[in-house]
Structures are given as structure tokens and as C-alpha cells.
């Protein structure tokens, strides 16, 4: 864990460099241009060793793995997440169900498809849900699609894709009484039913497609609105009867808005006014009016954008985008790491800011620099300065100290090349010569000499370019 630490680090300082190719991040110093703004992360963990960790990392037990189900690898992670997220968060009163999508699988993947209206298309998409308040994502689900290997829970009961779906997502808040704001791709009224007998409200958007949702006179209400004034609201109380949920109310409200007609379904709310003007033009006078929203559209306008600020943070990061891997597993693991710090660092501003209402909210980039320290650093986990790692790819065995701290060192007599490994007290091993008093050349000026940094035995620095090297690792991991 400790090492693998260091690697999740490793790849974030990655992820900070735009357009950087892994191996300008292990090439030395005196090797590079100037003008080249990867760091040197050899220091940190070897090549070889950080090239194994991105390609033999085992993300689920391979005796679970089942020949007809093509998502195996992934599911454990799921359940992780939303078990680990449903144990620390308590989400608040508004929730917003929506789609986020992992960046660009490879065509072919399981799951794999094409969404036209997200900012990346293509790839595997998830459905999220996201506390109103903070934007933190407490729950996903893959979308499966023509991969599925079996039936999804509440389909056969139900009879319904959608209505199942939103069970499944909302599983953990039942009759909670909490609201689920949802867009029209989730536009049936079975489904928001179905959440009103599991004891949750909900505010849907409705919108024609084929044709109107069943049991919504979409029409009618259209033809009606359209006669009112702009910013004018009516609602329509209806009744939903089934044998499994009994006879829910629900009401169908239509809002005339100045370029279209809104039609939302609630189970929640009185359709009263919310003292919150928000302005419009008139399409006729072009005049510029104030108009009021019902509490069911205000809260709804407040809180659907709350998976996609999450989805927006998470792209600006780039943490997913420049992690080059075609490994498909490898995609979802930066999907689920990018989208853990995001959470975190939404909810870090978030707490800071009810301390402190003068506090200034950190950007991805401020976060990203405390995350990296901790997580390359990492002492609190109590390991071993001289852990050994399992090897490089050359077959030698090697090790990376524990600990990252820096102090000038200088060999003892008979010491010579740097053998990559550490002995059990944590110390370098180095290779013993005939000469007594060896040298090698300075990594930055070339000059002959026997000192080095404790961080890395392997790279020989005179005093002066030692000191360059301190206030190199300063300004970079500085917090």
C-alpha cells in the first residue's frame, strides 16, 4: 500500500504536466532541455518499477472472474465505492441523478458507446448521483447496455429498465424522505412512483421523444401553456394506481417560459411561488421581465447541475485524460480516482467554509499539491524505510526507502556504484571497489565526487547542486 501510494501520487504529478510522455518523467536532469516541464520522478520510484505497477496492478480476485460476465473486474470496485461512500457521507435533503462518462475506452470495450451531447463521447458511462449541496458523488452504477451478462435487480419485477435503475441507485435513502432531482432521460412516471412508495420524493423533468411518457398529457398541456403569460405556472394534480404501490398523487406542472414550455412531474411540494426572481424576455415586446418559479422548479433549478460541476472539475483535472493506457480496467481505476478526488476536494472547501466563512476555496491544482505530498510521502502508514519491492523488469531485486527525506551523505571508504537496494536498517548498498576513495560524476555539473542525496543513492551531487536540488523538490511539492 505504501508504495502503491506513491504510484497514485506519481501519476497526479503526471496528470499536472499537459501533453507529458512518461519517459521524459525518468530522464535525468542533465539529459533534458531546458525548456522540457516534466520533472524527474526517478527519484521517487524507479522506472521499471513504476511501468509494472501501471500495467500488472490486479484490481479483483481472479477466482471471481465468470467467462459470460464481461464487467467482473469492475464490479468490485463499484460496491467499494458506494459501500465506502454510503459509511462516511450523509447526504442532504436534494440529490440529483445524472450520467458522467470514463474517458475514452477503446472501441470494442465492454460497454462501450457513443453520447454525443458529453464533453467526451466516447467511453463507458456511469450513472452517478450527487448530494445538491456539495457536488459529491455518493453513488454510481456502470450502464452495461448490450454487454449485460444477466438482468439487473427490480427489472423483472418491475417491468421497467428506468424505474428499476432509480431503485437501484437510490437503494441506501430509503424512506429517508430525501428528494431526487432528475433530468428526462430518467422521465417515467412509474419510476417516480415507485421512489414515492420507497419512501423518497422526487422532481422529474418530462419531454417528448417518440412520444409523451406514459400517463403525461403532454400535449394538452402544451397547447394550453402556450396561451399564457410568460413565467406563468399551473399545476394539474394526477393519480398513479398500480397493485405494488397503491394509488400515489403526484402533480404535472407546466410553466410558460419565454422560448419553451417546462413540464415536470412532483410528488412533493405545493406549487407555491418561491420569493427568487429570475428574468426573462418577453418573446413579443422583448422587454426583459421578472418571473417566479414553484418550489418544485427552483430547487430542481438549483440542484440539476450538481453531478455535471462534478464532471467538469473532474475533466479540467486531466487526471484520466493523461493517464495513456489502453487497458480498459486501467481506464475505470483513473475514472473511480479522479472522481475520489474531486469528492475530496469538494468536501475539504466545503467544511473549511462553514469554519470559516472568509475562507478562500482551494482550485484542483492547490488540492492536488497537498494530496501529492501526503500520498508520496506518506509516513503516517508506518512503513519500513527499507521496504523492499518485488523487482524491476531487468529480474534484479530492488528497493525504494520509505521516507523521502533529504540530507547530504557521503560514501564510506570502498564504495562504489549504488546497488539499488537497501539492507535491512534502511541504509544503501553500494557496490564495494579496489579503489578507496572512487568518485562519480555530478548528475547537474559533472563534477568528480562521493556525495549524494539520501532520497536517491543512486545520483551523485557535489554540495552546491545539492542545495539546487533542495529548492527544486521545494517549489515542487510545496504546500
Same mark, same amino acid.
Given at each position: ?9 506519481? !501519476? ?5 504536466? %499537459? ?5 521524459? +518523467? +525518468? ?69 440529483? $441523478? ?36 456539495? @457536488? ?18 427490480? *427489472? ?7 424505474? &428499476?435503475?432509480?431503485? !437501484? ?8 424522505? !430525501? ?25 422529474? *423533468? ?69 420569493? +427568487?426572481?429570475?428574468?426573462?424576455? @418577453?418573446?413579443?415586446?422583448?422587454? $426583459? ?72 476555496? $482551494? ?23 527499507? &521496504? ?15 521516507? $523521502? ?12 556504484? +549504488?546497488? %539499488? ?27 568528480? *565526487? ?5 532520497? %536517491? ?5 557535489? &554540495?552546491?547542486?545539492?542545495?539546487? @536540488? ?10
Amino acid at each position: 500500500l505504501h508504495e502503491l501510494l506513491k504510484f497514485i501520487g506519481m !501519476r497526479m504529478i503526471m496528470a499536472s504536466v %499537459n501533453g507529458g510522455v512518461v519517459r521524459n +518523467f +525518468f530522464t535525468t536532469p542533465q539529459s533534458k532541455s531546458e525548456y522540457d516541464p516534466c520533472p524527474y520522478l526517478g527519484k521517487i520510484m524507479p522506472r521499471d518499477r513504476f511501468m509494472q505497477y501501471s500495467t500488472r496492478l490486479i484490481f479483483a480476485d481472479p477466482e471471481l472472474k465468470q467467462d459470460d460476465d464481461k464487467f467482473w473486474e469492475v464490479r468490485e470496485m463499484i460496491a467499494d465505492f458506494n459501500s465506502h461512500m454510503t459509511d462516511i457521507f450523509e447526504a442532504g435533503l436534494h440529490m440529483c $441523478l445524472d450520467e458522467s462518462m470514463a474517458y475514452g475506452t477503446v472501441e470494442g470495450c465492454p460497454g462501450w458507446m457513443v453520447v454525443p451531447r458529453k464533453p467526451w463521447p466516447f467511453g463507458n458511462e456511469y450513472h452517478t448521483i450527487a448530494d445538491a449541496v456539495t @457536488h459529491i458523488i455518493m453513488r454510481m452504477e456502470i450502464v452495461e447496455g448490450k454487454d449485460a451478462s444477466k438482468e439487473a435487480e427490480f *427489472v423483472s419485477d418491475l417491468k421497467s429498465k428506468t424505474a &428499476a435503475l432509480l431503485l !437501484r441507485m437510490t437503494k441506501p435513502w430509503w424512506h429517508t424522505g !430525501r428528494i431526487i432531482h432528475c433530468d428526462s432521460g430518467f422521465g417515467v412516471l412509474q419510476a417516480c412512483t415507485q421512489l414515492r412508495h420507497k419512501g423518497l420524493y422526487t422532481t422529474t *423533468v418530462m419531454k417528448k421523444k417518440r412520444s409523451w411518457p406514459r400517463g403525461i398529457p403532454g400535449a394538452h398541456a402544451e397547447r394550453c401553456a402556450k396561451l399564457w403569460d410568460v413565467g406563468e405556472s399551473k399545476a394539474l394534480r394526477g393519480r398513479w394506481s398500480s397493485e405494488a404501490t397503491g394509488d400515489i398523487d403526484f402533480d404535472l406542472c407546466a410553466l410558460r417560459e419565454s422560448k419553451f414550455i417546462s413540464l415536470t412531474v412532483s410528488t412533493w411540494g405545493k406549487g407555491e411561488k418561491v420569493d +427568487f426572481r429570475r428574468v426573462r424576455r @418577453h418573446p413579443t415586446t422583448k422587454q $426583459l421581465i421578472d418571473i417566479q418559479y414553484p418550489d418544485q422548479l427552483h430547487h430542481y433549478y438549483r440542484s440539476r447541475h450538481s453531478v455535471d460541476d462534478n464532471n467538469n472539475l473532474r475533466h479540467n483535472g486531466h487526471f484520466e485524460s493523461e493517464w495513456l493506457s489502453q487497458n480498459w480496467i486501467f481506464k475505470q481505476f483513473s475514472f473511480m480516482l479522479s472522481i475520489c478526488e474531486v469528492n475530496s476536494l469538494r468536501a475539504y472547501n466545503f467544511s473549511q467554509k462553514r469554519r470559516d466563512p472568509r475562507f478562500v476555496p $482551494l482550485t484542483l491544482n492547490q488540492f492536488r499539491e497537498h494530496v501529492i505530498q501526503g500520498l508520496i510521502t506518506n509516513t503516517e502508514l508506518g512503513a519500513p524505510a527499507g &521496504a523492499e519491492d518485488t523487482g524491476s523488469s531487468s529480474g534484479r531485486r530492488t528497493s525504494v526507502p520509505g521516507s $523521502l527525506s533529504h540530507k547530504l551523505c557521503s560514501k564510506t571508504k570502498y564504495e562504489g556504484k +549504488f546497488l %539499488n537496494r537497501f539492507d535491512a536498517a534502511g541504509n544503501p548498498v553500494f557496490q564495494t571497489t579496489s579503489c578507496a576513495y572512487s568518485k562519480q560524476l555530478c548528475q547537474s555539473c559533472s563534477t568528480q *565526487v562521493r556525495t549524494y542525496c539520501k532520497c %536517491n543513492p543512486g545520483c551523485a551531487l557535489c &554540495a552546491e547542486c545539492y542545495a539546487n @536540488h533542495r529548492v527544486e523538490v521545494a517549489m515542487q511539492f510545496q504546500i
